[in-house]
């Protein structure tokens, strides 16, 4: 799978699973050490990627619609 799209949305999905299958507390105390550690290693660089991503988007989507340019998109009430 080499399409970023598809593979963020599968490593939502499945950290989703994860999310709704254990609490923070739990994952604490079931998970094993390894993947303990793993996460503990590898989170901050992936948060970080995503805190940067989210807040270009917020920041795109924070912004008013800009008005339509092109007069082929108005449209014209018809008569008759």
């Known amino acids: ?3 970023p799209s598809a593979q ?3 490593a939502l999905d499945l ?3 994860v999310a709704d299958s254990v609490t923070p507390d739990e994952a604490a105390e079931e ?4 993947t303990l550690q793993t996460f503990w290693r590898e989170w901050p ?3 970080a990627w995503a805190g940067a991503l989210w807040r270009r988007l917020n920041a795109e989507l924070a912004e ?3 008005v339509a ?5 108005d ?3 018809g008569s008759g």
Do not use: F, H, V
Request: charged share 45%.
């Open 1 to 3: 799978m080499d399409d």
């Open 8 to 10: 963020l949305l599968e």
């Open 15 to 17: 950290l989703d699973e």
């Open 31 to 34: 998970l094993d050490e390894a």
């Open 45 to 47: 660089r992936t948060s």
């Open 64 to 66: 008013p619609a800009a």
């Open 69 to 73: 340019d092109d007069p082929d998109l």
């Open 75 to 77: 449209e014209i009430g």
